[in-house]
């Protein structure tokens, strides 16, 4: 030691203060260590939230992307759906009414197309459980479509002409089909309601994000730019020990390792960002950088990057434009810039970056050089994008859509779309803050609204259809859709609300709700609703112990308006009587129509003596005369009443027994009305047996027809023979014509006896004629029914040609009081005939109008005189005097006469003594077959050939 020349107290001295410095150094260097391991796990952590958030954001968008495109793809399905439905749909309608429609064995929608698009859109739902529910019940609907559509078109097959456009089957498969287009459009305000939701939950987490991003990148950087900062200031200090005579060889050492260490982590730390670093010194070339700037910049590792200019690197930045930011950022006029910019990578694709450039400076405050850090944003811009672009489907959505904060009891608007204001006039910069639970509070009833608070303060789904007001006040009716929104914790934040108008729907459905209950024709109550309002009468009327009348009304001879005028004339007939019953009812009573032409009134309360003005004046106002399209029509009506509870205690016998009532005043006269007894009920029982055995004995050949000669009483001779029907039963024997032909006219039986009578006793009647010279007439009985309906001359023309009987042997019997049912008809149609050479008679004349008027109109051939008349003669004076006055006007008028009923010689004499030659009874004949007649005439002929007329002398 003495070598050096140095005292011994100050080698003392100077060796305590070595040990002095390195206790010193070492408390030193473990106080950096410590700071610098505190640096590095900052960092790390700052790096590991900044990539598990990137990575989290990215699935987000994934996620948003994916169900965005999955509800694309549901609506594209449900737009396919529609499409074909409603191609469907209209066509059939065009096939409606057509022979070929008729000739399909089935009709039915293409089931297998319509739900593959269903299923489709079902499987695009993926784990949405509303979704699938809602296209489960659309399936079910097409198949509800599909199976009444194959029965409407089994129908029209079964049944042609059966299917019309107002056929209540087409009417419930138009309300299915409205409702499967309903089901549709709620499953796209769903999935819309959905995207809302997710939209609004992306767009929130990207802004979380990115803050986060942003706060852990700066963070990264500045503790980065501490490292680099700290490492400069350990080379500086490292500079001066190594400068510095008394520094020792150990501090060297320490700091030297000191700095190795700090080197090593900052490598890691730059590697292991997700962050592009770089440096560059004073001249513009880098002095460092991380792998991932290397990378980008085209490079092998990041040494190849030391040395190089932004010249020498291959991505697409302008070398000059860098260099010039760069030296004005080392000249101190930037602190920090970040930008956010697009780039060109090295493989020339376009890419976003968020750049942050910082000065590096000297300890006075001199430029060093650059640092540059960047991240590639390019997938969150993406995501932005895709926001944006779900933000702007929700804008154009055809559906208004409404999302509202659930916060502590109220609804504030938070956001509105386009088609919204356009449906409601409600601008959402007027509206924004708004309590949704009261923006149309004003315009419902208190329940409805109710409904509309209790969904929005639950946390289910809920549709409901309401009134409300647009800003203009015109109303609509809308269809809400209400969708709950909850937080990642499921707490309940907000609400989406999805409007459409759905006024079309409201009214279509109301229409057919009163097609349903109100007769299309007059307008009145049909006989659903009918039911309906009886059953509500007889209800009240038990509680209360009142009584209530159900009338039945039928229009007498309505039929014969509409086979001799037509349909059109009828119809506006029946809105007239419509129209007169409802003046006469009033309000407080029901009148409805029950079909055809009947109607029936509901009247509660009072009993049968009450009831007579109301009857009263409804025959008064039938007997008024209808004038319909020029014609002057009388109508009158057979009336029935029963009342609860005496003639019933439910509506199907009320009703049951005031037809029966009807049907007694039909029997008295007509133009009437009759209260119900308990013995009608078996009159109305045997009346419809009679007539089942009567359409049975007609089908089964049991009817046949019997034929009375007629005479000249002064010759003897036979002129011909009026054709009667007759009836034997099997098991009740003959059955008198005054019991079953009012029946057949009743039941409307009597146009095809009456044809088949005809062409009958045509036939006959050729058959007698077949030998030369005869003259024997036929004479048939043509009913009212026959007379009133309009091909009642073809069809007699049809017999002649058929027999070819001469048109003038032919005569029909008609009676007063059918020419008198509608005169204009009756008259053209007896002129028609009587052009054809058919003969016409007056049946039992005297015994209805027995108008001089009348007979001069209609022109006839023969008069026949009652039998009633005829057997009065020499019992009766005044009956007599009224025969007289007959035969004064057949004589007057030049008719010929016949008498009906001659069964003695007395009433022979004194008809053919004033001047009545012609007569037919059982003083000549009974009614006998045809063979009979025709046996008759050949015996009659043999004995007398030289005479033109047959000769029988009375017995």
Not at 369 to 393: D, H, K, P, W
């Amino acid at each position: 030691m003495r070598a050096f020349g140095l005292p011994e107290h100050a080698r003392t001295g100077n060796k305590a203060s070595s040990g002095k410095g390195q206790t010193a150094q070492a408390g030193v260097s473990w106080r950096s260590r410590l700071i610098a391991a505190s640096a590095v796990v900052s960092i790390l952590a700052a790096l590991t939230l900044n990539t598990t958030l990137a990575i989290h954001q990215t699935h987000e968008q994934a996620r948003a992307l994916s169900q965005q495109r999955a509800v694309a793809s549901v609506k594209h399905q449900l737009d396919a759906l529609q499409d074909d439905l409603l191609d469907e749909h209209e066509q059939l309608y065009t096939v409606i009414g057509t022979r070929p429609f008729f000739r399909r064995p089935d009709y039915i929608y293409p089931l297998p197309a319509l739900l593959d698009y269903a299923t489709a859109a079902q499987q695009t739902c993926g784990s949405e459980a509303r979704c699938v529910e809602l296209l489960d019940q659309l399936k079910g609907m097409i198949e509800q479509l599909g199976r009444l559509s194959n029965q409407l078109a089994m129908r029209a097959l079964l049944k042609p002409g059966s299917v019309t456009i107002s056929a209540p089957m087409l009417g419930e498969l138009d309300a299915r089909f409205f409702q499967t287009m309903q089901k549709i459009g709620e499953i796209r305000m769903a999935e819309d309601a959905h995207l809302a939701t997710s939209v609004n939950k992306s767009t929130r987490d990207a802004q979380l994000v990115s803050n986060l991003l942003l706060a852990s990148g700066l963070a990264a950087g500045v503790l980065l730019l501490a490292f680099i900062r700290r490492n400069a200031r350990i080379t500086r200090s490292l500079r001066a020990a190594l400068h510095t005579a008394d520094t020792n060889r150990e501090k060297e050492l320490a700091a030297q390792a000191e700095l190795f260490r700090s080197m090593q982590m900052l490598e890691q730390v730059l590697d292991n960002i997700p962050v592009g670093v770089a440096w560059k010194d004073p001249s513009h070339r880098y002095a460092g950088g991380n792998e991932i700037y290397a990378r980008d910049a085209g490079l092998p590792s990041r040494r190849e990057l030391i040395g190089l200019t932004d010249a020498q690197l291959r991505w697409g930045d302008d070398p000059a434009a860098v260099r010039a930011e760069d030296a004005r950022i080392m000249a101190g006029e930037f602190v920090k810039k970040r930008v956010e910019r697009s780039a060109t990578a090295v493989d020339g694709s376009k890419v976003w970056i968020a750049e942050t450039k910082l000065p590096i400076v000297d300890p006075s405050g001199n430029g060093m050089g650059v640092l540059t850090a960047y991240e590639n944003i390019t997938a969150m811009r993406e995501s932005q994008l895709a926001l944006r672009l779900q933000g702007r489907a929700l804008d154009a959505s055809i559906g208004g859509i409404v999302i509202a904060e659930a916060k502590g009891g109220v609804h504030p608007i938070t956001y509105a779309n386009r088609a919204f204001e356009k449906l409601t006039g409600l601008r959402f910069t007027d509206i924004a803050g708004t309590d949704f639970a009261t923006l149309f509070i004003g315009q419902n009833s208190a329940g409805n609204w109710d409904e509309v608070r209790a969904a929005l303060q639950s946390d289910i789904d809920a549709n409901l259809t309401l009134q409300c007001e647009r800003e203009d006040g015109a109303r609509f009716w809308s269809n809400m859709l209400i969708a709950p929104v909850r937080n990642t914790r499921g707490l309940l934040t907000h609400h989406v609300v999805s409007m459409s108008d759905v006024t079309a729907v409201v009214r279509y459905q109301a229409e057919l709700k009163h097609q349903a209950e109100y007769d299309a024709l007059t307008g009145l109550p049909n006989r659903k609703q009918l039911d309906t309002r009886l059953d509500a009468a007889l209800e009240q009327a038990a509680q209360r112990g009142e009584s209530v009348a159900v009338v039945f009304l039928d229009l007498d001879h309505f039929k014969e308006v509409n086979d001799s005028l037509g349909h059109r004339v009828g119809d506006a007939l029946l809105t007239q009587i419509a129209r007169r019953l409802e003046r006469v009812v009033g309000d407080d009573r029901t009148v409805a129509r029950y079909g055809g032409d009947e109607f029936m009134v509901i009247a509660a309360g009072g009993g049968a003596r009450d009831l007579v003005p109301l009857l009263e004046g409804l025959l008064a106002v039938m007997a008024e005369p209808v004038r319909v399209a020029g014609h002057e029509l009388f109508i009158e009506a057979s009336i029935g009443i029963s009342i609860y509870p005496g003639d019933g205690t439910d509506a199907d016998i009320l009703i049951r027994n005031a037809d029966a009532a009807m049907y007694l005043a039909k029997q008295n006269g007509r133009n009437q009305y009759q209260f119900y007894r308990p013995e009608l009920s078996e009159t109305a029982t045997s009346r419809l047996r009679m007539s089942t055995r009567l359409r049975r004995a007609f089908k089964s050949g049991l009817l046949r027809v019997l034929y009375q000669p007629q005479f000249d009483m002064q010759s003897g001779a036979m002129i011909g023979a009026e054709a009667l029907l007759r009836w034997s039963d099997p098991e009740l024997g003959e059955v008198s014509p005054a019991i079953f032909i009012p029946v057949a006219e009743e039941t409307g039986l009597i146009r095809a006896i009456g044809e088949w009578v005809l062409r009958e006793a045509c036939h006959e009647g050729a058959r007698w004629n077949a030998a030369p010279g005869r003259g024997i007439g036929v004479s048939v009985n043509v009913s009212p029914l026959q007379l009133e309906h309009s091909d009642l001359v073809e069809q007699v023309g049809a017999a002649l040609r058929e027999s070819g009987l001469a048109p003038g042997l032919l005569e029909l019997e008609v009676t007063e009081s059918a020419l008198m049912r509608n005169p204009e008809h009756a008259s053209r149609t007896l002129v028609r005939l009587r052009e054809m050479g058919v003969r016409i008679a007056i049946d039992d004349f005297g015994t209805g109008y027995s108008s001089l008027s009348y007979l001069k109109r209609f022109r006839v051939d023969r008069l026949k005189i009652d039998r009633e008349f005829v057997k009065e003669i020499g019992v009766d004076t005044e009956t007599e005097a009224i025969t007289l006055a007959v035969i004064a006007v057949a004589k007057a008028l030049n008719f010929e006469l016949l008498a009906e009923g001659v069964e003695t010689s007395r009433h022979r004499d004194f008809l053919v003594e004033n001047g009545c030659t012609q007569a037919q009874g059982f003083l000549y004949s009974r009614a006998i077959p045809a063979d009979a007649i025709a046996g008759m005439l050949r015996a009659l002929a043999t004995s007398n050939d030289d005479d033109a007329a047959v000769v029988l002398t009375p017995a």
